[in-house]
């Protein structure tokens, strides 16, 4: 029986990264080995077990076998005769096929310690193509070493092509597909992600509202970029600079999709994009499951981000019913998401990026105004059920009348 540490944890030391968490395999033992042992099985048909002391996975070495369609579709074999170099060559990319052993020697079958250097994503055999969540983890993983100068293998790209191709991606459930999804949009270049989904043709199976946007054109007096598409990636890439929360940068990904509705004749405007888009996020959520943070941020960001850029010039009771809109009496931090996505928004264009964005500062001041208006001298006045709300409007547009104001003199 021998333990191998293996995969990220791996790959991570040898990048100088901070490891987060440990993966091991166990060559030339048994399930019946591992519970002697003490091991926890953590499902009853997966040859995985948690250390009785640590907590932290350990496999038996296995191999695997495509049974049918989509992610689950893999028959596994677990048993001690299954070598090490039996187990590596299932992963997906080379540098995620090494391991280490108890004193720290790197075992690399697969050419993971040259394509470290190479800053290369590279699959490891032509099994790969036979799992179509390798898509969009190998577009999560040059999401998150791009910093580093890595790229995707022309090689791999092809086979990420073929499976795009292949209709495959289609048997993904909801569930998994938003798991990398998320976690890619938390990556340092998200933009990155995007890119190479749509480089492989995933992005048109997976978002297509998304990727219909690259080639739109828009005015180039307001976004230099003019591209659409080009445009939503340096949204992105600015929520990443700004380290936005996931909802704010799921929302900025949807943001332009009713761009995508507009006729050719009528390029490079859009008029009522913002309306038009609604039923693509809604789509959009429905179909990824996303959470409800992130799906009801995606359409008030949709709805309102042209709001948010005309702030300075907003009427005192078109700012207010923007606040009540956002329930922001109750929800404070929504509306502060809504318009840190507005302000990512505006830096997303090329050149623009360290413009300033004073609509943001006007926005949270207005919200704070209207909510210092007190409750109970308008109870105390003897107000109260449709009149006492009635009343609050009143006082909360008055103090938005002297905001503006004061910030206007």
Same mark, same amino acid.
């Given at each position: 029986?021998?333990?191998?540490?293996?995969?990220?944890?791996?790959?991570?030391?040898?990048?100088?990264?901070?490891?987060?968490?440990?993966?091991?395999?166990?060559?030339?033992?048994?399930?019946?080995?591992?519970?002697?042992?003490?091991?926890?099985?953590?499902?009853?048909?997966?040859?995985?077990?948690?250390?009785?002391?640590?907590?932290?996975?350990?496999?038996?070495?296995?191999?695997?076998?495509?049974?049918?369609?989509?992610?689950?579709?893999?028959?596994?074999?677990?048993?001690?005769?299954?070598?090490?170099?039996?187990?590596?060559?299932?992963?997906?990319?080379?540098?995620?096929?090494?391991?280490?052993?108890?004193?720290?020697?790197?075992?690399?079958?697969?050419?993971?310690?040259?394509?470290?250097?190479?800053?290369?994503?590279?699959?490891?055999?032509?099994?790969?193509?036979?799992?179509?969540?390798?898509?969009?983890?190998?577009?999560?993983?040059?999401?998150?070493?791009?910093?580093?100068?890595?790229?995707?293998?022309?090689?791999?790209?092809?086979?990420?092509?073929?499976?795009?191709?292949?209709?495959?991606?289609?048997?993904?459930?909801?569930?998994?597909?938003?798991?990398?999804?998320?976690?890619?949009?938390?990556?340092?270049?998200?933009?990155?992600?995007?890119?190479?989904? #749509? /480089? @492989?043709?995933? *992005? =048109?199976? $997976?978002?297509? +509202?998304?990727?219909?946007?690259?080639?739109?054109?828009?005015?180039?007096?307001?976004?230099?970029?003019?591209?659409?598409?080009?445009?939503?990636?340096?949204?992105?890439?600015?929520?990443?600079?700004?380290?936005?929360?996931?909802?704010?940068?799921?929302?900025?990904?949807?943001?332009?999709?009713?761009?995508?509705?507009?006729?050719?004749?009528?390029?490079?405007?859009?008029?009522?994009?913002?309306?038009?888009?609604?039923?693509?996020?809604?789509?959009?959520?429905?179909?990824?499951?996303?959470? #409800? /943070? @992130?799906?009801? *941020? =995606?359409? $008030?960001?949709? +709805?309102?981000?042209?709001?948010?850029?005309?702030?300075?010039?907003?009427?005192?009771?078109?700012?207010?019913?923007?606040?009540?809109?956002?329930?922001?009496?109750?929800?404070?931090?929504?509306?502060?998401?809504?318009?840190?996505?507005?302000?990512?928004?505006?830096?997303?264009?090329?050149?623009?990026?360290?413009?300033?964005?004073?609509?943001?500062?006007?926005?949270?001041?207005?919200?704070?105004?209207?909510?210092?208006?007190?409750?109970?001298?308008?109870?105390?006045?003897?107000?109260?059920?449709?009149?006492?709300?009635?009343?609050?409007?009143?006082?909360?547009?008055?103090?938005?009348?002297?905001?503006?104001?004061?910030?206007?003199?």
């Amino acid at each position: 029986m021998q333990i191998y540490k293996v995969g990220g944890a791996v790959r991570d030391r040898l990048l100088g990264r901070p490891v987060t968490e440990n993966d091991w395999v166990v060559v030339g033992a048994s399930a019946e080995q591992m519970l002697e042992l003490g091991y926890r099985p953590v499902g009853a048909d997966f040859p995985v077990f948690l250390h009785p002391q640590t907590g932290e996975e350990y496999a038996l070495a296995r191999t695997e076998r495509k049974s049918g369609r989509g992610y689950g579709g893999f028959t596994f074999h677990a048993s001690p005769d299954v070598t090490l170099e039996d187990d590596l060559i299932r992963r997906d990319l080379s540098v995620n096929a090494m391991a280490e052993d108890a004193a720290g020697n790197v075992i690399d079958p697969y050419g993971g310690l040259q394509d470290l250097q190479a800053r290369v994503l590279r699959h490891v055999s032509p099994a790969f193509a036979e799992d179509p969540l390798r898509v969009l983890r190998v577009a999560r993983f040059a999401a998150r070493y791009a910093p580093l100068d890595f790229s995707v293998a022309p090689e791999t790209l092809e086979l990420m092509r073929q499976l795009a191709d292949s209709g495959e991606l289609s048997h993904l459930t909801a569930e998994r597909s938003w798991k990398e999804i998320s976690r890619a949009l938390m990556e340092p270049r998200p933009d990155v992600f995007i890119q190479v989904l #749509r /480089d @492989c043709g995933a *992005l =048109a199976a $997976l978002l297509p +509202e998304v990727d219909k946007l690259f080639g739109v054109p828009q005015p180039q007096a307001h976004h230099p970029e003019i591209d659409t598409g080009v445009h939503v990636l340096g949204v992105l890439r600015q929520c990443a600079e700004h380290e936005q929360p996931l909802n704010v940068r799921w929302a900025c990904l949807l943001h332009d999709v009713g761009k995508g509705l507009t006729p050719e004749a009528e390029w490079p405007r859009h008029i009522a994009h913002e309306h038009k888009g609604l039923r693509l996020i809604q789509a959009i959520n429905e179909r990824c499951k996303a959470p #409800r /943070d @992130c799906a009801e *941020l =995606a359409l $008030l960001v949709g +709805e309102f981000h042209t709001h948010g850029h005309r702030a300075l010039e907003l009427r005192p009771s078109t700012l207010l019913e923007l606040l009540q809109r956002f329930d922001v009496f109750r929800r404070p931090q929504r509306f502060a998401e809504f318009v840190a996505a507005c302000e990512m928004d505006a830096r997303g264009r090329k050149g623009l990026e360290q413009r300033q964005y004073p609509q943001a500062a006007y926005l949270l001041g207005a919200a704070e105004a209207a909510r210092q208006v007190a409750v109970k001298p308008l109870l105390e006045k003897g107000f109260k059920g449709a009149e006492l709300g009635e009343a609050l409007n009143r006082e909360r547009l008055q103090a938005l009348k002297a905001y503006r104001q004061q910030h206007a003199s």
